[in-house]
């Protein structure tokens, strides 16, 4: 029977949740969030519909982030946007329940894990198992994580940055920090409020750290117009931002973010220091696209330091990678949880 069992690799983030099927690759990318309507208590809108009406809803619609640093923060609406994506995913004629693996922070607290197992049972799974999202970017990122050699990777969401060693299929040493790219169009928000005296939506800070954002400063500087509404006179207007603005903008969140990859660093038996230094730190995540982030690691730690291919899609691809091969992975899975 299990022949007809079909899988499901989600990466359950923050901003974001990712849907991989074994043999199909990624299908669904969407941002984790769920428009409720206050008055019936009813599910209007998940992934890029809800992710519209952010900022624009009317008092009686609220947008909702279910996830909080990588976390379950609201139990009922996980649960509907894990159903919601795991029916979007499947065919429509699939009457079997999916074996489904999930990724969680590496700093989760085994309350934390059962929540995630427990919304995804609810939502229709099979079975669901819970893996610690480093060891998924790595498998994700095609590193030979059972080999008795250490590889760092440095997993960067809208939540959390996650830093682990790995070697021989588990985490040596690891840290999970709650300071990732949600932290960062915060301090772009900040930072334009009290330089411009403008109120920007957290979009157009997204837009802003994509576009212009980076994490040394720029000889040539890219510069956006960015439009927002003014604190003192209550009306629209637009300005000029350049990159050099942003970095000064955002350097303490980097400078947190550095100080959890330092923490490892020193966490990490020499043996396994070595290895670091010969292959480098790997670093996967939507956030760990920043401009020059792999530069700025390197000036901080002396440890080289690469994007890995697809970087945002390395966990899901890591529990799709997974799930096809249970067998060899159930050890070093299973065991760490």
Request: proline share 4%; hydrophobic share 45%.
């Amino acid at each position: 029977m299990s022949f007809f069992t079909p899988k499901l690799g989600i990466d359950l983030g923050t901003t974001y949740t990712l849907v991989f099927v074994p043999g199909k690759g990624v299908v669904l990318n969407e941002p984790s969030v769920v428009v409720v309507s206050q008055i019936d208590n009813k599910i209007l809108a998940v992934g890029n519909a809800a992710k519209e009406m952010i900022g624009r809803t009317p008092d009686s619609i609220i947008a909702y982030r279910p996830m909080k640093d990588g976390v379950i923060a609201d139990y009922k609406v996980t649960e509907a946007m894990l159903r919601y994506y795991m029916k979007k995913a499947l065919p429509t004629w699939n009457i079997f329940r999916p074996e489904v693996m999930i990724s969680v922070p590496a700093g989760v607290t085994s309350t934390e894990k059962r929540a995630v197992i427990e919304a995804a049972t609810k939502a229709g799974a099979k079975s669901a198992y819970v893996v610690k999202e480093p060891i998924l970017a790595a498998i994700g990122a095609g590193i030979p994580i059972q080999e008795a050699k250490g590889h760092m990777i440095v997993d960067i969401g809208g939540g959390t940055i996650d830093v682990a060693v790995i070697s021989l299929g588990g985490i040596v040493a690891s840290t999970s920090v709650k300071c990732a790219g949600n932290r960062i169009d915060q301090a772009i928000t900040d930072y334009i409020k009290k330089t411009f005296n403008l109120a920007i939506g957290d979009k157009t800070a997204e837009d802003i750290k994509i576009k212009v954002g980076s994490a040394v400063p720029l000889e040539e500087e890219l510069v956006m117009v960015i439009k927002g509404r003014d604190y003192l006179t209550g009306l629209p207007r637009s300005t000029d931002i350049r990159t050099n603005e942003t970095v000064k903008a955002i350097a303490r969140e980097l400078r947190e973010m550095i100080k959890a990859i330092r923490d490892v660093l020193q966490e990490t038996p020499p043996e396994l220091s070595a290895d670091i230094i010969d292959q480098g730190i790997i670093m996967t995540g939507g956030s760990s696209q920043l401009r020059n982030f792999p530069e700025l690691v390197f000036r901080r730690t002396g440890v080289k330091a690469y994007l890995a291919d697809e970087a945002v899609y390395c966990v899901a691809k890591g529990t799709g990678i997974a799930l096809n091969h249970l067998d060899t992975y159930k050890k070093s899975i299973l065991a760490k949880m």
